[in-house]
């Protein structure tokens, strides 16, 4: 490992400037396909644009603002001190991968990453489990840091609190830094987008790339297969919608006016709800000076497929 940069008094813009320059730990399980909530290809418009998106909400900011306290708590449940690095690191061997971690263990060769969770994804925490994304990013940060282990520890809202221990496991990181020098390589630094995952995530992200059209034609070589299964599943899909509809109307004739219907297995609501709607074709005739103030420009591009 070497040192990148102090991030000691590092403000938050150059914090994300040198996140470009490789793949860090909460990159690792997006790249490998086991993110939830990220993409790969969000991860490649990310490193390969030039805009600097300081991108935060609520979750993120607690999650900050508990590591103090994760970190606290994992050293009254271990006896074990830890310290922070205080800058970001790569990895001589492999300089696209970089770490910028929680904590080190004082006395050993590993590290400590703090998470915090809400009580509805205690789940994914239950009988010894660790998200995948999560154990991808201690493989990641054992690789940069040529660590022994890594601990990750978990402050469940309100419930309880876990800490883990994880093993260097070289064969798994051996495969993880060929998917990411693979991303690296042949992606960011190609420009060639990864493949998309049919998230809507991926859809976001092209739309967001590839905001404009040119008035021309490309071949469409190579689809055939895909577009006749494209169909296929449009046919299903709407059969499946179809079949669903006709039993929530079932359900719908048989409780009248009922707000609730409930059995053993099942609870089911038909509740009247009631808002407000705006009259936007109104408010345009009477009052055009209005509607012209307050409406916002977008564009989008409009997705067909018509068989010849």
Same mark, same amino acid.
């Given at each position: ?251 719908? &004739?048989?409780?009248?006016?009922? !707000?609730?219907? =409930?059995?053993? #297995?099942?609870?089911? +609501?038909?509740?009247? %709800? ?8 109104? &408010?345009?005739?009477?009052?055009? !000076?209005?509607? =012209?103030?307050? #409406?916002?420009?977008? +564009?989008?591009?409009? %997705? ?5």
């Amino acid at each position: 490992m070497k040192k990148l940069v102090p991030t000691l008094g590092l403000d938050k813009s150059a914090w994300l400037e040198y996140r470009k320059m490789g793949i860090g730990g909460s990159d690792a399980g997006a790249v490998c396909g086991f993110n939830p909530y990220r993409t790969a290809i969000e991860v490649y418009q990310d490193k390969t644009s030039k805009e600097i998106e300081e991108f935060d909400n609520e979750a993120m900011r607690q999650g900050r603002e508990f590591e103090d306290y994760v970190a606290r708590r994992f050293t009254e449940a271990t006896g074990k001190k830890v310290r922070r690095a205080n800058a970001m690191y790569f990895d001589e061997n492999h300089p696209f991968m970089l770490a910028d971690v929680d904590r080190m263990v004082v006395g050993e060769n590993a590290g400590l990453e703090c998470k915090t969770a809400s009580p509805y994804l205690a789940d994914k925490w239950e009988d010894g489990k660790i998200p995948m994304h999560y154990q991808l990013q201690c493989y990641h940060y054992m690789s940069v840091m040529n660590a022994e282990a890594w601990y990750i520890a978990v402050l469940i809202y309100g419930r309880e609190f876990k800490f883990y221990r994880l093993e260097r496991d070289e064969e798994l990181i051996t495969d993880l830094r060929h998917i990411e020098e693979d991303f690296w390589r042949n992606h960011v630094e190609k420009g060639v987008m990864p493949n998309p995952d049919g998230s809507k995530l991926a859809d976001s992200v092209i739309a967001e790339y590839f905001k404009e059209s040119v008035p021309i034609t490309v071949p469409l070589n190579g689809f055939n297969e895909k577009l006749k299964r494209r169909q296929e599943l449009i046919d299903i899909i709407s059969r499946m919608d179809t079949e669903k509809k006709q039993i929530e109307q079932e359900l719908k &004739l048989y409780m009248g006016e009922a !707000e609730l219907a =409930e059995n053993d #297995s099942y609870l089911v +609501s038909w509740k009247a %709800f009631h808002t407000n709607k705006l009259d936007v074709e109104r &408010l345009k005739k009477e009052r055009p !000076e209005v509607y =012209e103030e307050f #409406s916002k420009k977008t +564009s989008a591009r409009r %997705f067909t497929v018509k068989a010849a």
